[in-house]
C-alpha cells in the first residue's frame, strides 16, 4: 500500500508562468485536500474533493488556482500567472470515509519557488 | 471559526528528558476531533492521533501520550525519554465532526519545532 504522491517535489518558475501539480492519493480513498504551508506557519486549507465532486474551496483559492479530480483519482492543482507571494509548500492529503476513518494521510509536498 | 494555537514555537531538549508540547483550541462546534501530527524534515506529514470530542479519556502510546481537558480546550501532547529522533515540527490541528459521510477541512496551529540533542 502506498501512500499519497505528489509530484514534482520541487518547481521553480519565473513570474507570470503557470504551473501544474499532480497528487496520487491512497489507492482506496474518495476524498483528497489540497493545503498551503508557507515556511514557519502550518497548513492551510485550499480545497477538497469527494471522488470527482469538488466540494468546498477556501477563500485563499483565489481565482488564478484551480484544482481538478476528474476521474475521482489524481488531482491536478493549477496556478496561473505565478506571484512570488505563491512560494510555498503545497501538500496534498487524501482519506477513506467510512465509520471510525476519515483520518487525512499526507503526502510529501511539492516545494514551489516563484522568482 | 475555529483556531488552533501552539504557543511554543520551538523547544529544545537533551535526549531522555521528557517533554510537553502545548495545543489551545477554539471552536463553536459542540462535536470535533483535535489531531496531532508530526513533520520531519523531509516534509511528509504523519499522523499520530486523532482524539473526538465526546472522549476525554488520556491516551497513551508507547513514549507518547495526550492528554485532552475539554474544560481548558487544550490537548496536550507529552513525549517521555525523548530521542534524538523525535526531532521534528509538530502540529496540532482541529476539524469538525461532520460524520462519516462528508470530508472535513484540518485547522492547523502554527507547529511547534521540538530538538531533541544527543
Known amino acids: 500500500d502506498t501512500g499519497v504522491s505528489q509530484d514534482p517535489r520541487h518547481k521553480i518558475t519565473k513570474r507570470g508562468q503557470n504551473v501544474t501539480f499532480r497528487c496520487d492519493p491512497i489507492?482506496?480513498?474518495?476524498?483528497l485536500y489540497w493545503y498551503r504551508q508557507t515556511l514557519g506557519q502550518g497548513p492551510e486549507f485550499l480545497t477538497y474533493?469527494?471522488?470527482?465532486?469538488?466540494?468546498?474551496k477556501s477563500r485563499l483559492l483565489s481565482d488564478r488556482f484551480s484544482a481538478e479530480r476528474p476521474k475521482g483519482s489524481f488531482s491536478t492543482l493549477e496556478i496561473q500567472r505565478t506571484e512570488q507571494g505563491d512560494s510555498a509548500m503545497y501538500l496534498c492529503?487524501?482519506?477513506?470515509?467510512?465509520?471510525?476513518?476519515?483520518?487525512?494521510?499526507f503526502g510529501a509536498g511539492t516545494r514551489l519557488s516563484v522568482l | 471559526a475555529q483556531k488552533v494555537t501552539q504557543a511554543q514555537t520551538e523547544i529544545s531538549v537533551v535526549e531522555k528528558e521528557d517533554v510537553t508540547l502545548d495545543c489551545v483550541y477554539e471552536?463553536?462546534?459542540?462535536?470535533?476531533?483535535l489531531f496531532w501530527y508530526k513533520q520531519p524534515p523531509s516534509g511528509e506529514l504523519v499522523f499520530l492521533i486523532r482524539?473526538?470530542?465526546?472522549?476525554?479519556q488520556n491516551e497513551i502510546s508507547g513514549r507518547y501520550s495526550w492528554n485532552f481537558q475539554k474544560s481548558t480546550s487544550s490537548f496536550n501532547f507529552t513525549i517521555t525519554a525523548s530521542q534524538v529522533v523525535d526531532s521534528a515540527v509538530y502540529f496540532c490541528?482541529?476539524?469538525?465532526?461532520?460524520?462519516?459521510?462528508?470530508?472535513?477541512?484540518?485547522?492547523f496551529g502554527e507547529g511547534t519545532q521540538l530538538t531533541v540533542n544527543p
Open positions: 492529503a487524501s482519506s477513506y470515509g467510512g465509520m471510525g476513518k476519515n483520518i487525512q494521510y
Open positions: 489507492s482506496e480513498h474518495n476524498r
Open positions: 474533493f469527494q471522488n470527482e465532486a469538488q466540494l468546498e
Open positions: 471552536t463553536r462546534d459542540t462535536t470535533y476531533y
Open positions: 482524539r473526538n470530542s465526546f472522549d476525554e
Open positions: 490541528a482541529l476539524s469538525e465532526l461532520k460524520g462519516e459521510t462528508s470530508g472535513s477541512r484540518l485547522t
